[in-house]
């Protein structure tokens, strides 16, 4: 979904922090892959990128394509989600993945461009390979959102 529209906010403030995902892995051949890295190419000012995690979709309930820091706003707090990231994530032929890659994204300004850019870097056989893809997510400052 996140590789063909956008998501995002237009309620951000500066100081909140949000977990940005990318696209959910899919490995579109026949031989197994595993997954090193994913990270996004394209972080505007305005806008830092301190740590990626990787999430289990199962564990999570879903993928959250943006979601609050702490649990804001009813939200499940991603930050204590278990985090899978330090071993690879491997996906066998034409099977898509139960575990996705997150970024943790503080607003530290006024956000004029998108966060996107997504690469992966992953190993098929005994060949590394890096891949690009778009990806797109948006986060501007706004009225922020009220309390419930």
């Known amino acids: 979904m996140q590789s063909t529209g956008r998501i995002g906010t237009e309620h951000a ?11 959910l892995p899919r490995n579109t ?11 996004f190419t394209k972080i505007p000012k305005g ?3 301190s740590e ?11 993928i959250y394509f943006l979601a609050y820091s702490g ?11 278990r985090n899978y990231a330090g071993k690879p994530i491997r996906l066998k ?18 956000v004029h461009k998108d966060l996107g ?21 948006t986060i501007r400052i706004g009225k922020p959102l009220p309390d419930n």
């Open 29 to 39: 051949t026949k031989d197994p892959v595993a997954i090193d890295k994913a990270r």
């Open 71 to 81: 649990g804001k706003y009813g939200t499940k707090d991603p930050e204590k989600f």
């Open 52 to 62: 990626y995690r990787i999430f289990d979709t199962n564990e999570v309930g879903g």
């Open 117 to 137: 850019g997504c690469v992966f870097w992953y190993k098929q056989n005994t060949k590394k390979y890096k891949q690009n893809l778009h990806c797109q997510t």
């Open 93 to 110: 032929g034409k099977q898509e993945s139960d575990y996705y890659v997150a970024a943790k994204v503080t607003v530290t300004g006024p």
């Open 47 to 49: 806008l830092k990128v």
């Open 13 to 23: 403030q500066v100081g909140e922090v949000f977990w940005a995902a990318l696209p």
